[in-house]
C-alpha cells in the first residue's frame, strides 16, 4: 500500500467579489480513491488564519490518524488567504501537496499581494518559502514533506476523472455546495 494511501483534499468555496468577512472550506477524506468523509471549517477572506485553521481542522477530525498527505488546488484559500505549507506539514506529521493546472503568473500575483492586499508582504514572503510551482505529472506543483518522484506517483494514482486528483476534485465540487450567499453571477471568486 502507498505510503499516501489516506489523503484530504482541500478547497474553498466560491464567494462574491464584495464579500468580507468568512468563508467555507472544506476537506474530503480519501482512502485511495474512495471518499471517507468530509470536515469543514472556515477562513477569513483575504486573512491569516488558513494555516492555522486547516492544521485544527485536519489535526481534530477522526481520518488525522490514517491521514499522510493534504492536496489544495492553489496555495491560498478564500481569496488571498495563503497556507504555510512547510508550517502545516511540520504541525500535521504530515505531507502538504499545493496543485495547479496552469503555471500561475508570479508577476502579476506578487503585484496583488504588494499592492493590493492588506499583509501582503507577509503573504508573498510565504509563497516564496514554498517555493517555484514546478512541472509535474501535467499540473504545476508545491509541495513539503515529499519527493518529486512520490508527488508524481500520487498524482497519477489520483488523477482518474482528469488531471486533477481525486481529493482535490471532489473537494472543488462539495466546496462549491457551500457558496457564500451572493456568489451567483459572474462577479464570483473561485477557481476552476
Known amino acids: 500500500m502507498s505510503i499516501f494511501s489516506h489523503v484530504i483534499g482541500v478547497d474553498d468555496a466560491p464567494f462574491p467579489r464584495a464579500h468580507r468577512?468568512?468563508?467555507?472550506?472544506?476537506?474530503?477524506?480519501?482512502?485511495?480513491?474512495?471518499?471517507?468523509g468530509v470536515l469543514s471549517a472556515k477562513v477569513r477572506r483575504d486573512g491569516a488564519n488558513a494555516t492555522?485553521?486547516?492544521a485544527s481542522m485536519i489535526s481534530r477530525s477522526r481520518f488525522a490518524a490514517?491521514?499522510?498527505?493534504?492536496?489544495?488546488?492553489g496555495i491560498a484559500l478564500a481569496g488571498f488567504n495563503v497556507v504555510d505549507i512547510h508550517d502545516?506539514?511540520?504541525r500535521l506529521g504530515m505531507a502538504v501537496l499545493v496543485v495547479s493546472k496552469r503555471e500561475p503568473n508570479v508577476p502579476a500575483v506578487r503585484h496583488a499581494l504588494?499592492?493590493?492586499?492588506?499583509?501582503?508582504?507577509?503573504k508573498w514572503k510565504l509563497v516564496e518559502k514554498a517555493g517555484p510551482?514546478?512541472?509535474c505529472a501535467d499540473l504545476f506543483i508545491q509541495r513539503a514533506g515529499l519527493g518529486m518522484d512520490e508527488?508524481?506517483?500520487?498524482i497519477r494514482r489520483l488523477a482518474v476523472h482528469g488531471r486533477l486528483p481525486e481529493p482535490v476534485r471532489v473537494a472543488h465540487l462539495v466546496a462549491s455546495a457551500l457558496a457564500v450567499p451572493g456568489a451567483i453571477g459572474a462577479d464570483v471568486v473561485q477557481h476552476d
Request: proline letters at 7%; zero cysteines.
Open 52 to 54: 492555522d485553521v486547516l
Open 88 to 90: 502545516l506539514a511540520a
Open 21 to 36: 468577512g468568512d468563508v467555507p472550506i472544506v476537506g474530503v477524506a480519501f482512502a485511495g480513491t474512495r471518499l471517507e
Open 66 to 73: 490514517h491521514t499522510r498527505l493534504v492536496m489544495m488546488e
Open 151 to 154: 508527488a508524481t506517483a500520487v
Open 114 to 122: 504588494l499592492e493590493k492586499v492588506p499583509g501582503g508582504a507577509r
Open 133 to 135: 510551482m514546478e512541472p
